[in-house]
């Protein structure tokens, strides 16, 4: 049996992380998108959006798992939250419009299944991943290492777990609505 195709994104404008089942990780994204004139922002994220489809084959995916999408009320709109809330349900409308399941993972789930605990620093997640999941290479980076954990935990949910994980960490899997996976 083959494993399956899980993708794991870490969704933002400068610096989406993105991760497949297979070990593979990458991140993109563009400075300055916030300032760009409305029709140019726009053309460029959906220029974004379909970067991170294409790179990660999100829309034939067996799972996706993504980070939640949250903001903080008192901010009003500034850093990018309308951007970087277009690009979200740009890309989770289509990975959605294709059929393929996809999860949505709060931050402390997803550390919780990184370090077996709810809280901890992005140096931590990264540290963990360079330990427990070597085959991602995130060449220090957070948003990639996130998206390697979103990858890992789909792979286990699935039953190809892609390393041996503890079970404070596995308890994260528990905490999750998971999809009925058909493909």
Not at 41 to 52: C, G, K, Q, V
Not at 152 to 172: Q, S, V
Request: with cysteine; glycine share 10%; charged share 20%.
């Amino acid at each position: 049996m083959t494993s399956p195709h899980i993708v794991g994104l870490d969704l933002s404008i400068t610096s989406t992380g993105m991760a497949t089942g297979l070990g593979w990780c990458e991140k993109v994204g563009r400075d300055g998108i916030t300032k760009l004139p409305l029709r140019m922002r726009y053309r460029t994220l959906n220029d974004l959006a379909s970067t991170i489809i294409v790179l990660t084959n999100a829309e034939k995916a067996d799972l996706v798992l993504v980070e939640k999408l949250v903001f903080n009320r008192q901010d009003g709109g500034r850093g990018g939250a309308g951007e970087r809330s277009y690009l979200y349900y740009r890309v989770m409308g289509t990975i959605a419009d294709a059929g393929v399941p996809i999860v949505e993972v709060p931050q402390a789930t997803l550390k919780t299944y990184a370090l077996g605990k709810g809280s901890g620093s992005k140096g931590e997640i990264v540290d963990s991943i360079a330990r427990r999941l070597p085959m991602f290479v995130t060449r220090g980076n957070h948003d990639m290492a996130d998206a390697a954990t979103l990858a890992a935990m789909g792979a286990d949910h699935l039953g190809h777990p892609l390393a041996d994980m503890p079970k404070t960490h596995r308890a994260a899997l528990d905490k999750l609505t998971w999809p009925e996976v058909t493909r």
